[in-house]
């Protein structure tokens, strides 16, 4: 069994940065290849960016490469996603997710055991 807790979402403007953490109880969390997603109101929840369990591989959406960044750190039990760049589209709940799946599923909503309750980003044109 696995919980996790998200932290870090705010108001920002466009052009500035916001870093999410996920802290995750349990002994297991190196078991676990994790993910971000998040959803917007009134659409579907989509894929961000995922991460293998060891931290060495990770896979990103097209809309999100090059500005946000994800990153582990085992020792801790925690996720974190480091965002640059924002902008207004990135409005959104954003939710950390984890399950013992290859860094090739990472992008497969329903692939994934647990969930955060979620954090609100939103960005300000």
């Known amino acids: 069994q696995v919980q996790l807790v998200e932290s870090g979402g705010g108001l920002v403007q466009a052009g500035g940065s916001l870093r999410l953490s996920c802290a995750a109880s349990?002994?297991?969390?190196?078991?676990?290849?994790m993910g971000w997603f998040r959803q917007a109101p009134d659409k579907e929840r989509e894929f961000v960016v995922g991460?293998?369990?060891?931290?060495?591989?990770?896979t990103y959406a097209d809309s999100v490469k090059g500005r946000f960044t994800i990153s582990r750190d085992n020792a801790k039990n925690t996720a974190i996603l480091q965002m640059n760049s924002l902008k207004p589209d990135d409005t959104a709940v954003y939710y950390c997710?984890?399950?013992?799946?290859?860094?090739?599923?990472?992008?497969?909503?329903?692939?994934?055991?647990?969930w955060g309750q979620g954090t609100q980003v939103t960005v300000s044109s």
């Open positions: 349990g002994r297991t969390f190196t078991s676990y290849s």
């Open positions: 991460i293998s369990w060891s931290g060495g591989s990770t």
């Open positions: 997710a984890a399950g013992v799946l290859p860094i090739s599923r990472v992008r497969e909503r329903r692939a994934y055991s647990y």
